[in-house]
């Protein structure tokens, strides 16, 4: 197994899980929060604010800043500046050989730069993320999950489109996508290293 | 392996050729021409009628006509009838076991109707499609090949999100998705075969 593997995910389908098992079964780095802490390094930002970068971004925000631009939001704006340290921190990361990625458009960043990757996403019906997001947080209201469930995929699904102009979720942007509400975790791990094997 | 599998696929990105080595490797019976031939039976329309129901219809064709009879179309139109009928015999076929079934919105067609399935989409590169339908077609003009693809993804994604109401090669859509071009045909069928297991 020679492969860099990414994964992106929908919030609450288990993707970091799934993710470090197919790191452990394969012996290979898993690089999640590594990606926020060497961006922190190179890039002067506090951890808060890298870490809150792609996931607290909402649509109108967004757009908003969009608007008040008046042209596409430039490298200088914190956001690109981010992305651009976090783009080469991952660029670092699979140079140094066979390694799981998470988010952050790997997917996208590897494939531009010629690297050779399995990418996958992972995605799972409201009912599995809500009960997944409400084990780890203990929310234990309907509506209170589902607003989060939104938010959350409001942010990741901007965050992908704006950097890599393309539809988050759509098929043709993956070699591999799974339900892992329907097929379980295990089953997924299962299938990834299988797609994964030489 | 007590499944139904629907198989939705790109214009030629090998759905056919692995749904029909999965049904080989599971002992089940593979549905495409079938459906054709039961829905000529049922239906009364000629076998040419039928076979080019789905994959004819461009997108402007489509259009045109919902402008034109200016309402929803309506079930007595040649293609909601054909879709009818073409329903029924899918229901039929699931009904009486596991089986692979191949395109015509199957997968909507029995999650509706609370049929437990296992849902694939099939897709490959422009690259690898073209390639594939040029030894299936002879076709050697990289235009007319280019065409050719355009063409038929735009009549089955017209079909699809008419009858479904979704969006055809969105992952969510899907238990498992697929890169046939990338994965190659073999580790396809055993990807399915694994997913479908118990």
């Not at 492969?3 to 993710?19: C, D, F, M, N």
């Not at 080469?88 to 390694?99: E, N, R, S």
């Not at 070699?175 to 990834?192: F, K, M, N, P």
Request: glycine share 8%.
């Amino acid at each position: 197994m020679n492969k860099i593997i990414t994964i992106s995910r929908e919030y609450g389908a288990g993707g970091h899980s799934i993710g470090r098992q197919v790191a452990e079964q394969l012996g290979i780095p898993f690089y999640d929060r590594d990606i926020v802490r060497e961006t922190v390094k190179a890039s002067g930002f506090d951890m808060d604010t890298v870490e809150h970068d792609q996931e607290d971004v909402s649509r109108a925000d967004f757009l908003l800043k969009s608007i008040c631009s008046l042209s596409a939001p430039s490298y200088n704006d914190t956001q690109d500046a981010i992305h651009e340290v976090q783009r080469a921190v991952i660029l670092q990361f699979a140079k140094a050989g066979p390694c799981v990625i998470l988010g952050r458009c790997a997917d996208d960043i590897l494939r531009r730069a010629g690297v050779e990757c399995l990418n996958v996403f992972i995605h799972a019906s409201d009912v599995h993320r809500a009960a997944r997001v409400s084990e780890l947080t203990g929310c234990t209201s309907a509506a209170e999950l589902q607003k989060m469930l939104a938010k959350k995929d409001g942010s990741r699904h901007t965050y992908y489109t704006h950097y890599t102009g393309k539809r988050w979720g759509d098929s043709r942007n993956y070699h591999l996508t799974l339900d892992s509400g329907a097929l379980g975790y295990a089953r997924c791990v299962q299938l990834i290293v299988a797609a994964a094997a030489d």
